[in-house]
């Protein structure tokens, strides 16, 4: 008799045979992906340098004497023991200046011609309207995918920065900026305490820090009052530009052809600076030669000063009081539009690196630029005097025993702090030095005679297209003829 296996269980075998033949398959198929993928990983982005290879880059900068003021004189030797097959030349921005005069030319358009004659592998920008330009041109090298593959830490920069700079390359990031300069409130602790005012602090409006400026108004003596706020140079117009970038309001019109001052915002701008003057709850100063007012703030005359880093230098260097002793100090943030407490329109970057779209050495050209822009040289430079501000938080904790948390609290404010809507605009020297003038005249024209703010404004967008005109139409003629004084 013979035997013969029941159908279910040969169709279990083969059922069986088919499964396992199924999961080998499976198993050969991850594996192959498995390997590919990691092929893939492991694939530069950027090809390495060859071991051994000499590679030179060509950096921009103001020139070689500033770069090694800024970034230390042992620089070189530093970054050869950590690249010893790299080299470095600059191609100075600051050659192009004296064409700009003579050609009547723009920076951007000196800027190009550089670029162009020199083909540097690093572009350095102290203009973010141009970077922002050359970035949407494709003239820069996006820099995700080597920061992605390599974990390059963009995580500990100041808020706001790396989300201002992706906005300058519509969502893409085409540069890194490693150092900033910004405004700061500064203000004399010891007078608020003599007085019994609270002192002011971090993110007021502008309403607020006038209003408590208004409370030192009248004290003091006949020969020495007191006042409570005043700009770093005690100019009235500047005082009135920075209230009006923190609104954001422009002096230009959409086109950035014609001025278009004579507005409800300018003209609110004007009566709260003039007020505030002729109250003398601010200090102004008419005098020719301008000069920092550190000396009346350390005396205590004045109670707050709107500060730059050069206020903040001289501060920490110049003289003390009468008695010989410090004075005792501190900072809060600058004031802020109420509508977004979180901005501030002073933060300046101190110059933006990029890697040029075209360069035949973006490998090294990266290199330099994740060495300068890197969390070391940031430790590095948070103890130069010369280099700003890290962008890098947590490097530089304090100033003079003082917080440094006012000076990363505010976000940089989208369009920076121009009052022209970006610094690419024609403005030509001649308006530009002679515009300011223009608005301080009528300012105390307000101050001291009663003017209107509306008849001030008025004659403020008259007389500053006129004058506008005039400069553009002589630069035009430089234009023409080059050389030409």
Same mark, same amino acid.
């Given at each position: 008799?013979?035997?013969?296996?029941?159908?279910?269980?040969?169709?279990? &075998?083969? /059922?069986?045979?088919? $499964?396992?033949? #199924?999961? @080998?398959?499976? %198993? +050969?198929?991850? !594996?192959?992906?498995? =390997?590919?993928?990691?092929?893939?990983?492991?694939?530069?982005?950027?090809?390495?340098?060859?071991?051994?290879?000499?590679?030179?880059?060509?950096?921009?900068?103001?020139?070689?004497?500033?770069?090694?003021?800024?970034?230390?004189?042992?620089?070189?030797?530093?970054?050869?023991?950590?690249?010893?097959?790299?080299?470095?030349?600059?191609?100075?921005?600051?050659?192009?200046?004296?064409?700009?005069?003579?050609?009547?030319?723009?920076? &951007?358009? /000196?800027?190009?011609? $550089?670029?162009? #004659?020199? @083909?540097?592998? %690093? +572009?350095?920008? !102290?203009?973010?309207? =141009?970077?922002?330009?050359?970035?949407?041109?494709?003239?820069?090298?996006?820099?995700?995918?080597?920061?992605?593959?390599?974990?390059?830490?963009?995580?500990?920069?100041?808020?706001?920065?790396?989300?201002?700079?992706?906005?300058?390359?519509?969502?893409?990031?085409?540069?890194?900026?490693?150092?900033?300069?910004?405004?700061?409130?500064?203000?004399?602790?010891?007078?608020?305490?003599?007085?019994?005012?609270?002192?002011?602090?971090?993110?007021?409006?502008?309403?607020?820090?006038?209003?408590?400026?208004?409370?030192?108004?009248?004290?003091?003596?006949?020969?020495?009052?007191?006042?409570?706020?005043?700009?770093?140079?005690?100019?009235?117009?500047?005082?009135?530009?920075?209230?009006?970038?923190?609104?954001?309001?422009?002096?230009?019109?959409?086109?950035?052809?014609?001025?278009?001052?004579?507005?409800?915002?300018?003209?609110?701008?004007?009566?709260?600076?003039?007020?505030?003057?002729?109250?003398?709850?601010?200090?102004?100063?008419?005098?020719?030669?301008?000069?920092?007012?550190?000396?009346?703030?350390?005396?205590?005359?004045?109670?707050?000063?709107?500060?730059?880093?050069?206020?903040?230098?001289?501060?920490?260097?110049?003289?003390?009081?009468?008695?010989?002793?410090?004075?005792?100090?501190?900072?809060?943030?600058?004031?802020?539009?109420?509508?977004?407490?979180?901005?501030?329109?002073?933060?300046?970057?101190?110059?933006?690196?990029?890697?040029?779209?075209?360069?035949?050495?973006?490998?090294?050209?990266?290199?330099?630029?994740?060495?300068?822009n890197g969390p070391e040289m940031a430790k590095a430079l948070s103890r130069s005097p010369h280099a700003g501000l890290q962008t890098r938080s947590g490097f530089t904790k304090e100033i003079a025993g003082k917080s440094t948390?006012?000076?990363?609290?505010?976000?940089?404010?989208?369009?920076?702090?121009?009052?022209?809507?970006?610094?690419?605009?024609?403005?030509?020297?001649?308006?530009?030095?002679?515009?300011?003038?223009?608005?301080?005249?009528?300012?105390?024209?307000?101050?001291?005679?009663?003017?209107?703010?509306?008849?001030?404004?008025?004659?403020?967008?008259?007389?500053?297209?006129?004058?506008?005109?005039?400069?553009?139409?002589?630069?035009?003629?430089?234009?023409?003829?080059?050389?030409?004084?």
């Open positions: 008799m013979v035997w013969v296996r029941p159908i279910y269980l040969l169709w279990n &075998e083969r /059922e069986e045979n088919e $499964l396992r033949q #199924k999961w @080998k398959a499976a %198993i +050969l198929l991850l !594996t192959v992906i498995s =390997l590919l993928g990691g092929c893939f990983a492991e694939k530069p982005v950027l090809e390495e340098l060859e071991p051994g290879r000499k590679v030179k880059i060509k950096v921009m900068y103001h020139n070689d004497e500033s770069f090694y003021r800024d970034y230390g004189n042992g620089f070189d030797a530093i970054f050869h023991d950590k690249y010893p097959n790299l080299e470095f030349e600059f191609i100075s921005l600051i050659e192009m200046y004296p064409d700009i005069e003579k050609n009547g030319t723009s920076f &951007e358009e /000196e800027y190009l011609k $550089l670029i162009e #004659k020199n @083909k540097p592998d %690093i +572009l350095f920008f !102290t203009k973010t309207d =141009l970077f922002e330009k050359m970035a949407q041109e494709g003239k820069l090298y996006n820099l995700d995918p080597i920061i992605a593959q390599e974990k390059f830490d963009v995580d500990s920069y100041m808020p706001g920065l790396i989300d201002m700079m992706r906005d300058y390359g519509d969502g893409s990031l085409y540069g890194l900026a490693p150092s900033f300069y910004t405004n700061i409130l500064y203000y004399n602790a010891e007078l608020f305490r003599e007085y019994q005012i609270d002192p002011p602090r971090n993110q007021m409006s502008w309403k607020e820090v006038l209003e408590l400026s208004q409370r030192f108004a009248g004290l003091g003596s006949k020969d020495k009052p007191i006042y409570g706020l005043t700009e770093d140079f005690g100019r009235v117009e500047e005082l009135l530009f920075g209230i009006a970038a923190t609104s954001s309001l422009r002096a230009l019109d959409p086109k950035g052809e014609k001025l278009a001052f004579n507005t409800e915002g300018w003209k609110e701008a004007m009566e709260l600076v003039a007020d505030a003057v002729r109250s003398r709850a601010v200090f102004a100063s008419q005098e020719d030669v301008r000069y920092l007012q550190t000396e009346p703030f350390l005396r205590g005359e004045v109670a707050m000063v709107l500060g730059s880093g050069m206020f903040l230098n001289q501060l920490l260097q110049g003289p003390r009081q009468d008695d010989g002793k410090e004075m005792e100090w501190n900072m809060v943030t600058v004031p802020v539009d109420p509508a977004s407490p979180d901005e501030s329109p002073f933060v300046e970057l101190n110059g933006i690196y990029a890697i040029a779209a075209d360069s035949a050495n973006k490998r090294a050209a990266w290199e330099f630029m994740k060495y300068v948390e006012s000076f990363y609290l505010l976000r940089p404010k989208a369009g920076g702090d121009s009052i022209w809507g970006g610094s690419n605009v024609n403005r030509p020297d001649e308006f530009r030095f002679g515009f300011p003038s223009l608005v301080e005249k009528q300012l105390y024209e307000m101050i001291e005679n009663g003017k209107s703010a509306e008849a001030a404004a008025a004659a403020i967008e008259i007389e500053g297209n006129a004058l506008l005109d005039q400069a553009r139409a002589a630069q035009k003629a430089k234009k023409a003829t080059p050389g030409t004084k």
